[in-house]
């Protein structure tokens, strides 16, 4: 056999017994450290490239950083991504929230992370998740977000809690502790609590209804809501302000530049869904095909204008009118 055929054949034979010994070292790596991958999944994570994401982010779980599989946690819950694979995101959000339930919730960097694990694991015992077997068991997801909520402060959690305790799922039902956090909830600016809230002061329900208070409120929720929650808060808005007089759109504009300097809150910009940050959102109209202005500061009649929350303009309105006498009291029920 001539040389150099002997050169290809051992270099050939060389390299079978590297890869049947599973060597790895002549394979270049991507990242200059578990750290360095970790930094870069996140960054593509927050910004919708899951393929880019993923396998940083399992680099950097295989070296136990313990943010990693939170990230992968997100992406496979993740039902707009190309990477959705629930059971995988019930695994992890569990396996977080039963290897850190001793964390630190004042002084652990940990601890936010491990609350909204729990509050995503209540999500899937609310459902039920059919791929791994598991049944719905609201009773167990109340435990689950008692646990983030109370222990871990977590305002997601809270939010997901005083709405069980509305409708008394797994959980005795007590609508006034329920009010008091939708309540608590709104005066800090969570957008969710500020929108369920303004559809049960808009429907009277649990409460008197007060359609200019809901109005407001409503109005000063589209402005907090982040881009994964602005469509259901924005439907919950159209219904108030196209089901609303002249005289309670006029009268609740008095009050939103005062709202949304109180219970305002910057919003969270990260997009959630991979398909990245729109600039504009749809333009809504009402059955009579009234444009529905996202700022109660513009002119009814004028087409609504793109929402961006950090340049709004409001008309000042009287102050002295707050979320304390919204159905339900500040002091905390004994629970």
């Avoid at 109209?285 to 002119?299: I, L, Y």
């Avoid at 929350?309 to 009291?329: C, H, N, S, W």
Wanted: proline letters at 6%.
């Amino acid at each position: 056999m001539p040389t150099s055929k002997r050169a290809i054949v051992g270099f050939l034979a060389g390299l079978m017994v590297c890869v049947s010994a599973l060597c790895v070292s002549a394979a270049p790596t991507k990242y200059r450290s578990p750290q360095d991958a970790l930094e870069q999944g996140i960054g593509a994570y927050n910004g919708g490239y899951y393929e880019i994401a993923v396998p940083a982010l399992k680099y950097a779980a295989d070296a136990h950083l313990f943010l990693a599989p939170y990230y992968l946690a997100r992406i496979y819950s993740d039902n707009n991504g190309s990477h959705t694979d629930h059971a995988k995101a019930y695994d992890l959000y569990l396996k977080i929230a039963e290897e850190h339930t001793d964390v630190d919730p004042d002084d652990d960097q940990r601890a936010p992370y491990v609350a909204k694990a729990m509050t995503e694991i209540a999500g899937y015992l609310m459902r039920g998740l059919p791929e791994v077997g598991l049944q719905a068991n609201s009773k167990l997801a109340a435990e689950y977000l008692r646990e983030a909520a109370q222990f871990f402060r977590d305002e997601d959690a809270q939010f997901e809690l005083a709405k069980l305790y509305l409708r008394g799922e797994g959980i005795h039902s007590d609508v006034p502790y329920a009010k008091h956090w939708l309540s608590v909830l709104s005066q800090k600016g969570h957008a969710g609590a500020q929108a369920f809230l303004a559809d049960l002061l808009w429907r009277g329900k649990y409460m008197k209804a007060d359609p200019v208070r809901a109005l407001a409120l409503i109005s000063v929720a589209v402005a907090n809501a982040p881009p994964y929650e602005r469509v259901w808060i924005e439907d919950i808005y159209q219904n108030i302000y196209c089901g609303a007089a002249h005289g309670t759109r006029k009268q609740a504009t008095g009050i939103v530049a005062d709202w949304r300097t109180r219970y305002g809150r910057k919003p969270d910009m990260r997009d959630r869904t991979g398909l990245g940050i729109l600039s504009t959102q749809a333009i809504r109209t009402c059955r009579n095909g009234e444009p529905v202005p996202f700022d109660m500061g513009a002119d009814a009649t004028e087409p609504p204008k793109p929402a961006l929350p950090e340049r709004r303009e409001f008309i000042k309105g009287p102050a002295g009118v707050g979320l304390r006498d919204v159905g339900a009291t500040v002091s905390t029920p004994a629970h």
